[in-house]
């Protein structure tokens, strides 16, 4: 089953050099699953600054620059996975470098028929 693992914290709080660490470990990790076959995507994300939020309301569209809430942390980066089960997908996620300073949700990904696949 394909989980998405999404990664929440303050931008804000997270000097460069624990950033590139950041993205050290998760290479490390990433290179892992992806010798187990498990990996199936993962990418970090620009700041909240350089986000754009759109919306269709009555047929018409609003753009506005940033996220569309106000909260204390923020999406930063997502793992795309395959686990067995949920307890598997939750074990990948602990091991996210940032699951020590945010928080990452894990969802189940709805596999529409119909879609493109690789």
């Keep these: 089953m394909k989980y998405l693992l999404l990664i929440y914290f303050d931008e804000k709080t997270l000097s460069e050099t624990d950033r590139e660490s950041c993205y050290a470990e998760s290479t490390q990790l990433t290179n892992q699953l992806k010798a187990k076959g498990q990996f199936l ?6 700041s909240t600054a350089m986000a754009t939020s759109v919306r269709v309301r009555e047929g018409k569209r609003f753009v506005t620059d940033g996220p569309f809430a106000e909260t204390r942390e923020q999406l930063g980066g997502y793992y795309l996975i395959d686990a067995k089960d949920l307890d598997e997908a939750i ?3 602990a091991k996210i470098p940032m699951a020590c300073k945010g928080v990452v949700e894990v969802r189940p990904v709805i596999e529409l028929p119909g879609l493109p696949v690789d």
Excluded: D, K, R, W
């Design 41 to 46: 995507a993962a990418s970090p994300l620009q």
């Design 91 to 93: 074990g990948i996620a």
